[in-house]
């Protein structure tokens, strides 16, 4: 009895070093992969980062009105956050291929699709950055144009152009990374709909009055008497 | 000869069988059928009168009309004032027309006149709208004149204006270009002016024909230019304008886009010449320099401070981002008083539009939107003058307008900070 329970120890002892000595080399194996993957990311990093300058893309980003957004959430600079990104996107996947040398059964096939999501995610971000900037431009255009024009809630019209682009990018960037594909896609068209329904519903009931001297304006033979402006030059 | 590759091959071509001429008369159109052939005939009846022995060119550039101006310039037929017993040409006084684009651009326009006057090494030249009604043979000799004979070569036009007209040309642009250009010039932004071949060869040398400043009002960026270049400028009196009905002009959010975009964007682009100059040396001026008519009623001002006090208010996050902090909060405060005593300080305007031209050059936003977050800053300026001047005589409006030019002179100091310090 003592014999087989020392037996079964020295096995298990015999065992757990044969899984270090096969172990060890590949988690050595591992932690170079992530020590080169820190300096690949670190590199790209450094040249996305000089790029960026050369193209002023912090100035765009400022004149979009994109960067006082970030300023607000607290984000760094355009450049910064691209470059860091990139950082994280290139040393993340370097460490799931780290990982996926370990051998651990179960693990690959996660880390092949966590892997396989990894583009997919830098797209999603990049349609979230191209929907800011395209919000804030039109959103910020129209309260000009109906500001300038005098016309009635000019922050309303620009807040529901920023609103409509936002629900247009998010659900596109998630789509692309895939969640839950229908729902977002039900999500976004009742919520689209209802919001262009409400639309509907305020002008014609809510508006009525603006409605028809809108098209009695532009339609009808009965003319707005038209405010005039000194002549500017 | 440089650009003629982007001219068309029949405009090319009717341009060689022209020849050399002394002077061009060009004649941007763009829907002008009714109006052009009285503009072709006071042109060629001041080129007869004025200018015998010289060769001369009349060039029509269309945007693409659609109602036959071009039919109507080429077809209308040479008329002599009947009873004109004095000296006429001795040579032939040419015509060519041409469409330059489809859609119509007045420095596409001028592209075409400025590469015309270059390939047949024109000495004057003038251009000449078909919109204005009373335009006289006079008007284009007195555009010509000074640039073949007195060696001018920029001559810009002044115009008798109404006291309440023209008020972005007399309480924004000009003091404004007077200050940061150090050029008098009145009307920098006019629909005639002249100018010579010596400044059409340079103008064709730059390569900002795309520039939308530009595109839109080139005239501005033709005078900054002779005076970067060191180029003598001038200004005729030609007396009262009037245009046709259907030319009414672009309304103010427009003009502002159009003149104070185009200005800034000059500002930009000339730093080195303006910001090294402190004063505004008299230029050649022919006849009065100015000249306001009493006539005119004050325009309707209640809107126009409702449109000041609500762009105030809407467009606080993007002012906030233009102006400092402390002229954003005198903005405000005055946005707060009572209508009847509301004033627009000279102060104050210059001060917040030195700080837009600075934030242009900063780029704190996009551009076109920084220009018109101006426009109801504007209106409340207006607002305020109009309240102030509601009685004043034409001589007490001038004496005004020559204190807020000083004004802008004064501030020069604080734009040169505003503009060279961060952001």
């Known amino acids: 009895m003592k014999e087989v329970i020392i037996q079964g120890l020295r096995q298990a002892y015999s065992n757990l070093v044969h899984m270090f000595a096969e172990f060890l080399p590949r988690l050595l194996v591992m932690l170079v992969i992530v020590l080169v993957g820190l300096v690949v990311a670190y590199l790209l990093k450094t040249i996305l980062r000089a790029v960026l300058h050369v193209t002023r893309l912090d100035r765009l980003s400022e004149e979009a009105g994109a960067s006082r957004f970030l300023r607000m959430a607290a984000l760094p600079s355009m450049t910064e956050l691209l470059s860091r990104s990139l950082f994280w996107v290139t040393w993340c996947g370097f460490i799931l291929i780290g990982i996926s040398v370990l051998g651990v059964a179960g693990l690959q096939e996660q880390i092949s699709r966590l892997f396989l999501l990894l583009p997919a995610i830098f797209v999603a971000i990049l349609i979230l950055f191209v929907g800011l900037v395209t919000a804030n431009f039109l959103s910020r255009a129209a309260l000009l144009a109906a500001v300038n024009a005098g016309y009635p809630s000019p922050k309303l019209l620009s807040w529901s152009i920023r609103f409509v682009i936002w629900a247009l990018a998010v659900s596109m960037a998630l789509e692309q990374v895939g969640v839950a594909r229908q729902t977002v896609i039900a999500a976004f068209s009742i919520v689209f709909g209802a919001f262009m329904f409400g639309l509907a519903i305020a002008f014609g009931l809510g508006g009525k009055d603006l409605a028809r001297e809108f098209l009695e304006r532009n339609l009808g033979e009965k003319k707005r008497e038209k405010y005039e402006e000194p002549q500017p030059l | ?423």
């Open chain 2, 1 to 423: 000869m440089a650009e003629e590759s982007f001219l068309a091959d029949d405009f090319i071509r009717q341009l060689m069988s022209v020849g050399e001429v002394d002077l061009l008369v060009g004649i941007p159109s763009y829907n002008n059928a009714s109006t052009i052939a009285q503009t072709l005939h006071s042109v060629e009846e001041s080129l007869r009168q004025n200018f015998v022995r010289e060769r001369a060119v009349i060039l029509n550039v269309d945007g693409g009309s659609g109602d036959e101006t071009r039919q109507v310039f080429e077809q209308s037929s040479e008329r002599r004032e009947a009873g004109h017993k004095g000296l006429t040409s001795l040579r032939t006084i040419h015509r060519i027309s041409c469409m330059y684009d489809r859609s119509p651009s007045q420095g596409v326009a001028l592209r075409s006149i400025v590469a015309a006057a270059d390939l047949l090494r024109a000495r004057a030249c003038a251009v000449i709208s078909p919109a204005t009604t009373n335009l006289t043979p006079a008007w284009i000799a007195n555009l010509l004149r000074p640039v073949y004979r007195e060696g001018l070569d920029f001559v810009a036009p002044l115009y008798v204006r109404s006291r309440f007209q023209g008020l972005l040309a007399r309480d924004l642009l000009y003091p404004m270009s007077r200050a940061v250009f150090g050029q008098r010039i009145r009307e920098l932004y006019s629909d005639e002016w002249g100018f010579s071949g010596r400044l059409a060869s340079q103008c064709l040398e730059q390569d900002v024909w795309r520039e939308e400043a530009v595109r839109t009002r080139p005239e501005a960026w033709m005078a900054v230019l002779a005076g970067s270049a060191g180029l003598k400028c001038g200004q005729y009196f030609l007396g009262p304008k009037t245009v046709s009905p259907s030319a009414t002009g672009p309304d103010i959010v427009d003009a502002i886009r159009q003149t104070v975009g185009s200005f800034f964007w000059c500002m930009e682009s000339n730093q080195p010449y303006w910001m090294g100059r402190s004063n505004s040396p008299a230029i050649s001026t022919f006849g009065p320099e100015h000249e306001l008519s009493a006539d005119g009623i004050p325009p309707s001002q209640e809107k126009m401070f409702d449109l000041f006090r609500s762009g105030v208010n809407e467009l606080e996050p993007i002012l906030a981002s233009i102006l400092t902090p402390d002229t954003h909060a005198q903005i405000k405060a005055i946005a707060l008083s009572d209508r009847a005593k509301f004033r627009f300080a000279a102060e104050l305007w210059v001060k917040t539009l030195y700080e837009f031209a600075a934030s242009y050059h900063h780029a704190v936003l996009n551009r076109d939107h920084l220009v018109q977050a101006l426009v109801p800053l504007y209106r409340g300026r207006v607002y305020s003058f109009l309240l102030e001047n509601a009685n004043s005589s034409p001589e007490t409006m001038e004496a005004q307008s020559e204190i807020l030019c000083q004004e802008f002179e004064r501030q020069k100091p604080y734009l040169l900070e505003r503009w060279t310090g961060k952001n």
